[in-house]
């Protein structure tokens, strides 16, 4: 692993951490260059890329980044699984129109993963809608 | 701790901890008191992450809190980058830091 990538996945680890506080949702400005880490090679920075997008992307790329991260959930490790279901709460929160989306990606996530603290991350989040 | 070797000082301030963590106010002010000692690379890293348990019920407006701000806005800017992350970490990680002195550590990184 080259010595960008590690300082990379540190900046992008900073960040993640940082907006598990709401009020810190407004620093995070260059939304355009972790998007372009969403595309990297890179399954580990990819996929914290996805969990801070999930976090502070606009409703219209929400559908390319749910997309986006079905295609990778497969190479992810649990921990980014249940990072990811773990900001869906918010997503809700804040755009609650696109629960059918999230719904889908849920039912996917269902049908698809074996690991049950996956899948109880994910009818948490349904709980979380339901109430 | 006066040593310039970076691993004499890591070594010297994981006995310090280790001596003094119990005393929370001793520690505190060993602590305190080395941010204007010239503590580098390695030793600055475990010096940062002592600094976060030392810290963490600190008063918002506290002298101390000020002395932990200005010491973490003048080592975001550390020529050694595993300085300069490990201070960026704890910056965003401590509630004493305001979303401006916040958006000059994004910066940064």
Known sequence: VGESTVKKYSVLKIFNSLLRNQFRKSLIVNVKEIEKVLNDSNTSLSSIAASILLRICSEGYLETL???I?????????????????????????????????????????????????????????NFEIS | ???????????????????KRKDVNAYRKILFSLMKQGIVGIAAVQYLRMLREATHDLDCGSPEAKDFINYLSREIRNKED????????????????????LLEVVKIL
């Open chain 1, 70 to 126: 079905e295609k990778t959930m497969s190479e992810m490790s649990n921990e980014y699984k249940k990072d990811v279901l773990r900001a869906l709460p918010n997503v809700l929160k804040t755009y609650p129109k696109k629960y059918e989306l999230i719904n889908r990606f849920l039912l996917n996530i269902m049908r698809k993963e074996e690991a049950c603290e996956i899948k109880s991350e994910a009818i948490n989040v349904m």
């Open chain 1, 66 to 68: 749910f997309a986006r």
């Open chain 2, 82 to 101: 595993i300085v300069q992350i490990e201070a960026c970490k704890l910056a965003c990680e401590s509630p004493l830091m305001s979303n401006k002195e």
């Open chain 2, 1 to 19: 701790l006066n040593s310039k070797d970076a691993y004499v000082q890591y070594h010297a301030l994981m006995l310090v901890g280790d001596i």
